[in-house]
């Protein structure tokens, strides 16, 4: 498949981010690290010419509060769109990632947390829910797109825009205030 150039931020790092906290569809506010991450996306955006692009935020106030303060430079209009928002963790929501990892440890852990438990959350979205719901935003696109997502979200965008298969999350980098780039089936970090 072939998708428009994507730039592909997440947002600066939150309080539950702080605490290893799911968040799922609930939010919790950036940190002074949040904030100055998304001060620093917007010093590596200004190198950077977005003419031309579109512009999609996730409506969840994270990414939301991200998104303008490091595209306000450059943006006039943020433009929400619900195919961003972060992965479904059902009953999970705003539980410590220790409270559901098995014997109390976390497992597996990445800088956007243990993967492998997000595709268990009881009554969560899953990957392969989340995966047609990224694809279906990739499929939109008429345009070079910068969009501001979160951490699994981003990384299954990512995963769909490079044709791997869900499996493959975790081999793609991850973290907070971060943009990657995927353009002619190269990823690359901006």
């Known amino acids: 498949m072939t998708f428009q150039p994507i730039y592909v931020m997440r947002h600066g790092e939150t309080v ?3 605490e290893g906290r799911f968040q799922g569809a609930l939010n919790s506010p ?3 690290q949040g904030r100055a991450q998304a001060e620093a996306l917007a010093e590596t955006l200004a190198a950077h010419d977005l003419s031309g692009f ?3 935020v996730s409506p969840q106030g994270r990414a939301f509060e991200t998104a303008a303060i490091a595209l306000a430079r450059q943006v006039l209009e943020l433009h929400t769109d619900t195919r961003l928002r972060e992965i479904g963790v059902g009953l999970w929501s705003g539980k ?3 409270e559901v990892s098995p014997g109390g440890a976390v497992q597996e852990d990445t800088p956007d947390g243990p993967l ?3 595709e268990h959350a ?3 979205e899953g990957f392969a829910a989340l995966r047609v719901r990224c694809l279906d935003f990739l499929n939109s696109l008429t ?3 910068l969009c501001v997502t979160h951490g699994i979200t981003s990384r299954m965008l990512r995963t769909v825009a490079l044709g791997q298969p869900s499996a493959s999350l975790g081999d ?3 973290g907070q205030g971060m943009i990657y780039v995927v353009e002619n089936g190269v990823h690359r970090r901006l």
């Open 172 to 174: 793609l980098p991850g």
């Open 16 to 18: 539950w981010n702080a």
């Open 30 to 32: 950036l940190t002074e």
């Open 116 to 118: 492998a438990l997000y």
């Open 96 to 98: 410590l990632r220790t």
């Open 54 to 56: 579109d512009v999609r």
């Open 122 to 124: 009881p009554e969560g």
């Open 143 to 145: 345009a070079p797109t």
